[in-house]
């Protein structure tokens, strides 16, 4: 049995996992921020 498309499968899962991961991480980051320069204003 060929394994290649189990293997290309899983690096397809291992880097859309990452990458929604990653702009997660940016979204909340971003609204910490914001949420820190308001409070730094008032």
Do not use: D, Q
């Amino acid at each position: 049995m060929n394994p290649w498309p189990f293997v290309i499968a899983a690096y397809a899962v291992t880097v859309g996992t990452t990458g929604a991961l990653l702009m997660w991480a940016l979204a909340t980051m971003r609204r910490a921020e914001a949420a820190a320069e308001a409070l730094k204003r008032r």
